[in-house]
T-cell receptor, first 116, second 116 residues
Framework: EPEVTQTPSHQVTQMGQEVILRCVPI?????FYWYRQILGQKVEFLVS????????KSEIFDDQFSVERPDGSNFTLKIRSTKLEDSAMYFC??????????????FGPGTRLTVT | GNSVTQMEGPVTLSEEAFLTINCTYT??????LFWYVQYPGEGLQLLLK?????DKGSNKGFEATYRKETTSFHLEKGSVQVSDSAVYFC???????????????FGRGTQLTVWP
């Protein structure tokens, strides 16, 4: 069964460093998302992406964040200069269709980012 | 705004016990409602969904009914198994500001542990 994959499973970085989190969505999906969950808190939406551009972003997704689909299969989240408060589990998701509620979002297993 | 409130965990039950995990939501209009489950080391998987009032979602013995009058979507299972041990997330989806990309709003998750 096709699945969303994410690498690495755990990333440790120093404050101020750049990190790139990678995701391979399901191959025929068109809509892509990033979410994150800070330990003990809710899963929060970061950004949605369609047709090579951002469709919606949350207030969390500031200028330090960017997303890219560099080669038609990978979907990346870059944090330019990490802060301690960026430590969280980051989930990638994809969907074959974006219509709210009509189609399931398929999630990857997550990347745990630890900023020291 | 849109939000989901989910009962705090952890929940610990014996096998064959009855499970209820409470979920209430705040949203304008008519959101779609979801329960996602996360097994250890895996991504979030859709467990069930309901897209309009009075709909009942069901899967793997779990059920939840979309109650607009009480803005609730409580998850129930009549007889839990050890294999049901996981984290359960309640979520809603409603387009914002013209977006149709089904951004999900999650609760904090409830850890369920079932003992034999």
């Amino acid at each position: 069964e096709p699945e969303v994959t994410q690498t690495p499973s755990h990333q440790v970085t120093q404050m101020g460093q750049e990190v790139i989190l990678r995701c391979v969505p399901i191959s025929n999906h068109l809509y892509f998302y990033w979410y994150r969950q800070i330990l003990g808190q809710k899963v929060e939406f970061l950004v949605s992406f369609y047709n090579n551009e951002i469709s919606e972003k949350s207030e969390i997704f500031d200028d330090q964040f960017s997303v890219e689909r560099p080669d038609g299969s990978n979907f990346t989240l870059k944090i330019r200069s990490t802060k301690l408060e960026d430590s969280a589990m980051y989930f990638c998701a994809s969907s074959p269709h974006g219509l709210a509620g009509a189609y399931e979002q398929y999630f990857g297993p997550g990347t745990r980012l630890t900023v020291t | 705004g849109n939000s989901v409130t989910q009962m705090e965990g952890p929940v610990t039950l014996s096998e064959e016990a009855f499970l209820t995990i409470n979920c209430t939501y705040t949203a304008t209009g008519y959101p779609s409602l979801f329960w996602y489950v996360q097994y250890p080391g895996e991504g979030l998987q859709l467990l069930l969904k309901a897209t309009k009032a009075d709909d009942k979602g069901s899967n793997k013995g779990f059920e939840a009914t979309y109650r607009k009058e009480t803005t609730s979507f409580h998850l129930e299972k009549g007889s839990v198994q050890v294999s049901d041990s996981a984290v359960y997330f309640c979520a809603l989806s409603k387009p914002d500001r013209g977006s149709t990309l089904g951004r999900l709003y999650f609760g904090r998750g409830t850890q369920l542990t079932v003992w034999p």
